[in-house]
């Protein structure tokens, strides 16, 4: 049989009305997002929201009369999956109870529900076949051949011994599965002709499927049986699958068919406001084509309609629309602006002007908004900005950054198309834009604390007393970095850490990253432990690296102490050296360029400053690059613990005899760990291997070689 209400056939329903939706690739390494290196286009915009969580803030135009009912889904189902065994579940339970009121023998009752359900998995099988043959139909690739559409069900017979109505119904869902609709009406309706009494199980299901029938040869028709669904449904008729609801979505459908565009998103927003699962797709689609296709008419018509107006709007401000269509959002607000809205929703029409670069039409829209609303205050800042007004915009903006939504399905970055939930666009990017913009004026510590908050959650608050919670690491966090490891003097950092962060943070939870508090502590050690500070360092390294530090700076002290003899200080200096090739990045990398310790040093992100812009709202100033060369790592390489783990190997070898394997293992070590990033400076490494230890095995191989020999070990046999 037909699967009533099948999710997937009402978004493949959906989708006939419009273009298939676009596709997002999902492509890694997901990077952070980075406000410093914006240039004025990207950080002067506003950001795009969700069409889902727009369409939610527009009320429903009518309480729904009836609520949808959901298939429970499995991590190995679709939802067309889910609902052809949610209805053959359903089907089988009514008609066990059903007969066990008609049939008092227990065998005869077992025999006649076994054949009924070899037959309705058979249909079950054929509904899953056409849902995930549409599926697929739809979610081709152009110029692909198109799947071939399955084979009719077989020949199905149906069981002696049947209630009527499971009889009539059973047989007009096996000639619907026939692609003969005529005969499964007739079925459907010789049910419907039945006494009340001895239809109450599949009234609705009969009407509803007679609806489904008519869709494409009678929508009128269509329409009226998707009436008759909901009258029997108040009647008392059975209706355990939601199809009541359900059939309002077909009705809306129609609406759209026929260009009726603001009933429809009525009718789709009552879907939503029922609870329906498919309600959310449906609408997103129905408001792509209302945009895409509407006439000057109904365009006027939705102008007029407060929920097709609301439902447009934001569709506009949703990334669904793709960002080169800037006439299409032209023309709708052109309609807009012929009515007069509501104050409530004059921030989001200003918001969709101001994308589109209408911003003498946003300023009319928002002198309507409150005064106090969130995206009206962004707005105005973002006007300001335009006009170079930076002292005006910050106070609109920390006023933002105190009242925005903090819920993560609000919006999301303008550069991707789809329902996606990366990258969100909400108080913490005020925060952001704060730090960038008291960065360019030369206000370093209220930078730093404005990017911080930025990064972490309002527990994550630098004035927070807990250390424990957990930041979110694609958040600004390498803005933050830049400015505390290259802009602030190390003084600087030590007492704005000291004065957030006095005391060590304690053990985190093995697998859950540092919160703010910790990282910072970390990235001062780190800092001080470059300038030679260890003691000063040694308080600030997190638990899991204080016995790591702690042996890099014993073997370091051994090493460079002149009361040690030669060999033990060459020992020590040679386990210092492979220590910080191993572990120089925990050790001593920075967080930010050039080294790039927040992305564990497997990507390399650039030079902050060579990316900063030099012009525009969002300029770095001369004093702050100043500052940044000034604080560079030595060597200023990346990578460069491994320079600093070569000179190691380097100091050790001159503690070392020649013609040693030990110190042949040092020169040919420092000379690899640095010859594919500096080959002259390994060079002296090569020519000191050859020199004092050229009777050595790893000297003959470089004698041989004329250059280090390679000291990968060879695969295992």
């Given at each position: 049989?037909s699967t009533p209400?099948?999710?997937?056939s ?10 298939p939706l676009?596709?997002?690739n999902?492509?890694?390494p997901?990077?952070p ?6 240039k004025d286009?990207?950080?002067l915009?506003?950001p795009y ?7 939610r803030?527009?009320?429903a ?10 298939p429970p889904v ?9 609902q052809?065994?949610?209805t ?5 339970d009514?008609?066990g109870k059903?007969?066990e ?5 227990p065998?005869q ?5 076994a ?9 079950t ?6 849902v995930a043959?549409?599926e697929?139909l739809?979610?081709?690739?152009p110029?692909?051949?198109?799947p071939?559409?399955?084979?009719p ?12 109505e ?5 047989r ?8 003969q ?9 010789a049910?419907?002709?039945r ?8 009234s ?18 269509a329409?009226?049986w ?6 029997l ?6 209706d355990?699958?939601?199809l009541a609801?359900?059939?309002?979505s077909?009705d ?15 009718a ?7 609870g329906?699962?498919?309600?959310p797709t449906s609408?997103?689609l129905?408001?792509?084509r209302?945009?895409?296709?509407a ?5 006027a ?6 929920t097709a107006?609301?439902l ?5 401000l949703?990334?669904?629309?793709l960002?080169?269509?800037p006439?299409t959002n ?6 807009f ?6 104050v ?7 918001w969709?002007?101001y994308q589109?670069?209408?911003?003498d ?5 928002l002198a309507?908004a409150?005064a106090?609303?969130?995206i ?8 300001l ?7 005006e ?5 920390a ?8 819920d993560?399905?609000?919006?999301i970055?303008?550069d991707n198309?789809g ?5 969100i ?9 704060i730090?960038?913009?008291?960065l360019g004026?030369g206000?370093y ?8 908050q ?23 966090w390498?803005d933050?970095a830049?400015?505390a ?8 950092l030590?007492a ?14 093995e ?5 703010v ?13 470059r300038?030679g500070m260890?003691?000063a ?27 040690i003899?030669?060999?033990q200080?060459?020992?020590?200096l040679?386990?210092?050296?492979q220590q910080?090739?191993e572990?120089g990045l ?10 790039w ?8 992100l650039?030079t ?7 012009e ?7 004093d702050?690059?100043?500052?940044a ?5 030595t060597?200023?390489r ?13 100091k ?7 013609q040693?394997?030990q ?13 594919n ?6 060079d002296r490494?090569?020519?000191?291997l050859v020199?004092?230890c050229?009777k ?8 041989a070689?004329?250059?280090?020999p390679?000291l990968?070990?060879?695969?295992a046999?």
């Amino acid at each position: 049989m037909s699967t009533p209400r099948s999710l997937v056939s009402a978004l493949i329903g959906a989708l006939t009305l419009a273009a298939p939706l676009q596709s997002v690739n999902a492509c890694g390494p997901f990077l952070p997002s980075r406000i410093l290196i914006e240039k004025d286009s990207a950080f002067l915009a506003l950001p795009y929201s969700t069409f889902a969580y727009e369409a939610r803030r527009v009320p429903a135009p009518y309480p729904p009369s009836f609520h949808a009912v959901a298939p429970p889904v499995s991590d190995s189902d679709t939802l067309g999956s889910a609902q052809a065994k949610q209805t053959e579940a359903i089907d089988l339970d009514e008609l066990g109870k059903a007969l066990e009121i008609m049939q008092p023998d227990p065998v005869q009752r077992q025999k006649i529900l076994a054949e009924y359900t070899a037959v309705r998995q058979a249909l079950t099988v054929h509904a899953q076949q056409m849902v995930a043959w549409k599926e697929q139909l739809w979610s081709g690739i152009p110029d692909e051949k198109p799947p071939s559409q399955p084979a009719p069900a077989p020949t199905l017979a149906v069981p002696e011994g049947l209630p009527g109505e499971f009889a009539d119904y059973l047989r007009g869902a096996i000639a619907y599965r026939q692609n003969q609709p005529e005969a499964a009406r007739q079925a459907w309706q010789a049910l419907l002709q039945r006494p009340a009494d001895q239809r109450r199980n599949r009234s609705t299901w009969a009407a509803y499927m007679i609806g489904r029938s008519y869709l494409t040869e009678n929508p009128a028709e269509a329409r009226r049986w998707f009436q008759q669904t909901r009258e029997l449904t108040k009647e008392g008729h059975a209706d355990r699958l939601g199809l009541a609801a359900a059939s309002l979505s077909w009705d809306a459908q129609i609406d759209l068919q026929q260009e009726q565009y603001a009933p429809a998103l009525e009718a789709f927003r009552a879907q939503l406001e029922a609870g329906d699962p498919s309600a959310p797709t449906s609408l997103l689609l129905a408001a792509r084509r209302t945009v895409g296709k509407a006439n000057p008419e109904a365009r006027a018509a939705c102008a007029k309609n407060p929920t097709a107006r609301r439902l447009v709007t934001a569709y506009l401000l949703s990334a669904s629309l793709l960002k080169d269509s800037p006439d299409t959002n032209s023309v709708w607000l052109d309609s807009f602006n012929a009515i007069d809205a509501p104050v409530e929703e004059a921030d989001r029409l200003a918001w969709a002007a101001y994308q589109i670069g209408h911003f003498d039409l946003a300023r009319s829209w928002l002198a309507k908004a409150p005064a106090q609303a969130p995206i009206a205050q962004w707005l105005r800042a973002k006007l300001l900005l335009r006009d170079g007004k930076v002292t005006e915009a910050l106070p609109l903006i920390a006023e933002v950054a105190i009242h925005f939504p903090r819920d993560r399905g609000f919006v999301i970055s303008g550069d991707n198309v789809g329902e996606l939930d990366d990258d969100i666009f909400d108080a913490r990017r005020a925060h952001a834009e704060i730090g960038a913009l008291q960065l360019g004026r030369g206000e370093y510590i209220a930078a730093l604390d404005a990017l911080l908050q930025s990064v972490g959650g309002a527990d994550d608050h630098p004035g927070s007393s807990d250390n424990t919670d957990y930041m979110d690491p694609d958040r600004h966090w390498p803005d933050a970095a830049y400015v505390a490891e290259q802009v602030l003097a190390l003084s600087e950092l030590k007492a704005f850490v000291d004065q957030r962060w006095p005391n060590l943070v304690p053990p985190l939870a093995e697998g859950k990253p540092l919160g703010v508090g910790a990282k910072m502590r970390y990235l001062l050690a780190r800092r001080l432990a470059r300038q030679g500070m260890l003691d000063a360092a040694s308080l600030y390294y997190p638990a899991d690296q204080q016995d790591n530090f702690h042996r890099y700076t014993e073997a370091l002290r051994r090493g460079n102490s002149p009361n040690i003899p030669g060999p033990q200080r060459a020992e020590a200096l040679w386990a210092a050296a492979q220590q910080v090739r191993e572990q120089g990045l925990q050790l001593l990398g920075t967080e930010s360029d050039p080294d790039w310790a927040s992305e564990d040093g497997s990507f390399d992100l650039g030079t902050t400053t060579a990316d900063r812009p030099k012009e525009g709202v969002n300029r770095a100033a001369p004093d702050e690059l100043r500052r940044a060369a000034s604080n560079r790592p030595t060597p200023d390489r990346r990578f460069h613990y491994r320079f600093r783990a070569a000179d190691l190997a380097w100091k050790a070898a001159q503690l070392m005899p020649d013609q040693s394997d030990q110190t042949a293992l040092a020169l040919a070590s420092g000379g690899n760990w640095i010859k594919n990033h500096d080959p002259k400076g390994a060079d002296r490494f090569y020519k000191a291997l050859v020199q004092r230890c050229g009777k050595t095995r790893l000297g003959k191989q470089a004698s041989a070689k004329h250059w280090l020999p390679d000291l990968t070990p060879p695969p295992a046999k």
